[in-house]
């Protein structure tokens, strides 16, 4: 309901030294007049736009919860475009969360996870991709992850897809143009710049849907499991790599249970790092379930370290690892030399590339910058390049953005068979469709339910 005015606590819970308490609508400053006096005397009503004022915040009995700065932020130059208002008082909890109660006992309503963010969508202020940007910001654990998320909120990403939309609807005129006006048979000519401009369309978009494998990673950073055998070193070269004690190393076989997830930043690139249970055959019910879950963060993985015991041969353990992981992006890490090498790393070389083998041990110290930089180059001279500035992050995109391209696709393939063209025009419509619910021009209610939800409140 667009005509009411939401209100929510803006910033974390918590203590800290400022806290906000926000609303937007038409009865925003009318709220704060009933709510807040101003320590020069000038009426709430008549302050002026964007400028700070002090003063304190007063319960109807006249007493004074908090002093304050508030500032009007009149419609249309705000972040919702409607009239927002803003609370800053002191950070603690029981102020914040008073005056929250206060105004919406004169009034306002709470809003819903993402409802200021979706004003400024509805409002027109921003289109959806736009707005998604907004929590990609909010949640980015990174630099590139953050300049993934300005450049689309600045609306590169739109920018492109409604380049393309536009080329669709030329198309699309076109095509009417001959169907309306059947006299003039359709030209061979115009057939082929169709067909020209489907090409065109069609590979603008699949640069989009290629540019996602980087986006990905940039957004959520570079999954990456440590996958072995039990006892191998896995949670040493966890440990290691975090420069930290964080996983339970002993020498007894299934020490690992669960998964362990942490973070690591290398060059501005996240780095998801996944220590698993060691992988083997057991009848013991939780270590069974660790190995499922070793399974399915295989899976999930953009990266897999597979780590090995170069004092001992290939085991069949081993072998069924290395077959698990056989369709993925893999390292090799042949731990613990320092026991002699028995494995035969010429083999792994020869299966894997020189580039994927990494003699090592962990508890010598021997090796694992190695590892560390293999993993920077791949991150940074790989398939990654990161300074593409529409670069599409956001999972949702990326399947319309496919949907889209097998549209086209269709259309191209039709149009150099000499389908009629009206039928083509269907599929150049669909693609159009779909294009058009990633910056939110064709998009439903119930998916734009679904967007906002994952939103936090007061944004
Ligand atoms: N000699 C030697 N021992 C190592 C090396 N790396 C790890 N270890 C030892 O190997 C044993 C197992 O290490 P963990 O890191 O717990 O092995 P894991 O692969 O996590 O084992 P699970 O969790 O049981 O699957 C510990 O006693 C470590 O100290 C190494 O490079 N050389
Ligand atoms: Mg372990």
Not at 401 to 428: H, M, T
Request: with cysteine; net charge negative.
């Amino acid at each position: 309901m667009l005509d009411s005015t939401i209100a929510a606590i803006a910033t974390a819970p918590g203590e800290a030294g400022i806290g906000i308490v926000r609303m937007s609508g038409d009865k925003a400053i009318g709220i704060l007049s009933g709510i807040f006096k101003p320590k020069r005397g000038n009426k709430v009503e008549e302050l002026e736009s964007k400028t700070v004022t002090y003063g304190h915040i007063i319960e109807d009995t006249g007493r004074i919860i908090d002093e304050a700065l508030v500032i009007i932020m009149r419609k249309p130059f705000s972040y919702t475009t409607e009239d927002v208002v803003e609370v800053h008082c002191h950070g603690g909890i029981v102020p914040v969360r008073r005056i929250m109660e206060l105004v919406l006992s004169k009034g306002a309503l709470l809003a819903e996870p993402g409802e200021f963010t979706k004003r400024a969508f509805i409002n027109g202020r921003i289109d959806l991709a736009q707005a998604e940007a907004v929590i990609d910001i909010i949640t980015s654990k990174t630099e590139t992850g953050l300049n993934a998320a300005v450049n689309q909120l600045e609306g590169q990403l739109s920018k492109e897809v409604g380049r393309i939309m536009s080329e669709l609807v030329s198309m699309i005129a076109h095509i009417e143009a001959s169907i309306d006006f059947p006299e003039h048979d359709i030209e061979e000519l115009t057939l082929e710049r169709l067909h020209t401009a489907a090409l065109e369309v069609e590979s603008s978009i699949e640069s989009l849907v290629e540019s996602f494998e980087e986006g990905k990673i940039v957004r959520d950073g570079l999954g990456t499991a440590i996958v072995g055998r039990p006892n191998v070193g896995k949670s040493s070269l966890l440990n290691v790599l975090l420069r930290e004690n964080r996983a339970i190393v002993t020498d007894v076989p299934g020490t690992t249970r669960d998964i362990i997830e942490e973070y690591l930043n290398i060059a501005g690139i996240l780095i998801r790092l996944v220590d698993t249970a060691g992988i083997r055959e057991t009848d013991d019910i939780v270590e069974k379930i660790g190995v499922e879950r070793t399974k399915a963060a295989i899976n999930e993985a953009d990266l897999v370290i597979v780590v090995l015991d170069s004092a001992n041969s290939l085991q069949p353990e081993d072998r069924s690892i290395l077959e698990m992981v056989s369709n993925k992006k893999v390292m090799i890490a042949a731990n613990k030399i320092d026991l002699g090498v028995q494995l035969d790393i010429g083999e792994l070389r020869q299966r894997f590339g020189e580039d994927a083998i990494v003699e090592m041990s962990v508890k010598k110290g021997i090796g694992t910058d190695t590892l560390e930089s293999k993993i920077k180059e791949l991150v940074l001279h790989g398939q990654l390049s990161i300074h593409n500035n529409r670069m599409v992050t956001n999972i949702r995109h990326k399947d319309l953005l496919v949907k889209a391209y097998e549209s086209i696709n269709r259309a191209a393939e039709s149009l150099e068979q000499g389908v009629p063209v009206d039928l083509v025009s269907v599929d150049i419509r669909e693609c159009w469709s779909k294009l058009g619910l990633i910056t939110g021009d064709t998009i439903e209610e119930d998916i734009m339910k679904e967007i906002f939800s994952k939103f936090c409140i007061g944004k």
